[in-house]
Each structure stands twice: as C-alpha cells, then as structure tokens.
C-alpha cells in the first residue's frame, strides 16, 4: 500500500501542475500543455484514478466477482491523487499569476450546469482517458497529446483536475459553495468511472 499511496500521490503532483499550466494558459495552448499530467503518468507508470480505472480487474480467475476490493483500491489511489493536487494547490498561492480567478471560473461554470449534467460530461472524459492509456501502452504515446486537449475543449470534467482547481479557488467562495461542492464532485466521480469503463460495458466480448 506504500507503493500505491507514493506512486498515487506523485500522480497527483503531476496532474495537478499540469492543471496549473492550463490555469496559466487558459486556451488551446494551455490545453496541450495539460497533456504533461498524463505523460508523467504513463511514463513513470504512476497510479492515477482515470487512468486505472478502466484497467482494474473486476473478477477473479474463477469468475467471482472482484466489484467491492476494485472499487476500494480505486477509492485509495483517487484520495492520494486528491492529497497530491492539494500539496499543488498550496503553492498556487505563493503564485503572483491569477490562478484562483481562472480556476473560480471552472468551478462556477459547472455549478451553472449542475451536478447530473456535469456527471454526465464527466463520461466523456473517462471514455478519452481510458482510450489514449491503452494506446500508450501500445508503444503509441502522441494519442495522448490530442486526446487531453479534446476533453478540455470540449468541457468534460476530469475528477482530478477538477479536484486541483476547487482547492485552488478563493477559500472565501468554496466555503461559500461547499454544500454544492460536496454534491457536485462526487458525480464527476462516478461519471469519470462510466466513461472509463465504456468499452468494457458496451462492446462485445471476443
């Protein structure tokens, strides 16, 4: 579990500088640049809830079902991710860039569309990030440099990086929008783990 916790946690790190990049450059530059955070991930072989997600096995050899320790080892790597992008977002504030306004705009723009509809962006995104992983497995890594840029662009949230900017917005608005928060993020959660596992759901078994 000390492998798992370091290794999660530096994923984490690297998610979450790459968040600041973005942050920093909020366009199509800084869309390309958050493509950082996975290739750390992949060539480092770090464990990151988006990326292990679509990949955990869900049954044993015998057929038993494996649901409940996948879902466990997965709640464990997420919690480390979330730890290491708050060790980020404590930097952001030494930071004189306006990291916390670009970031408060994130955070505004998915309690405009609510939780459900957030959830349900948050598959696309999943379904992308289990896709690009599986084609830099296979000795295929620039999948990764279109595929980030295409679920910012296209607004699907990504639980980790969402996790980065919420911590990195002025204390004085979370704490006034916790109780939302605490709604919202849940559903890019369980949408993240959807799309992440799209393939696995819906396409036939060979």
């Not at 798992?4 to 998610?15: D, E, K």
């Not at 996975?38 to 990326?51: D, E, I, R």
């Not at 404590?90 to 860039?97: A, D, G, V």
């Not at 970031?103 to 690009?132: D, N, Y």
Request: a positive charge; glycine letters at 10%.
């Amino acid at each position: 579990m000390k492998d798992t916790f370091r290794s999660s946690v530096l994923s984490g790190i690297a998610v979450a500088i790459a968040g600041w990049g973005f942050l920093a450059v909020p366009n199509i530059i800084g869309a390309v640049l958050f493509s950082f955070g996975l290739l750390t991930v992949v060539n480092y072989k770090l464990k990151l809830y988006t990326g292990t997600a679509g990949f955990v096995p869900l049954r044993y050899e015998d057929g038993r079902s494996r649901w409940l320790k996948a879902i466990g080892e997965l709640l464990f790597i997420l919690g480390a991710n979330i730890f290491g992008c708050l060790l980020v977002s404590l930097l952001t504030r030494l930071s004189p860039m306006e990291l916390g306004e670009q970031a408060q705009k994130i955070l505004e723009s998915r309690l405009e569309i609510g939780p459900l509809h957030a959830g349900l962006l948050a598959i696309g995104c999943g379904f992308i990030m289990t896709t690009v992983v599986t084609f830099a497995r296979e000795g295929k890594p620039l999948t990764l440099l279109f595929g980030v840029p295409l679920f910012i662009n296209c607004g699907f949230p990504h639980c980790l990086a969402d996790a980065f900017y919420y911590m990195t917005v002025p204390l004085d608005y979370t704490l006034a929008h916790l109780g939302e928060v605490a709604v919202l993020y849940p559903c890019l959660v369980i949408g993240n783990f959807i799309g992440c596992n799209l393939y696995r759901f819906i396409a036939p078994k060979n």
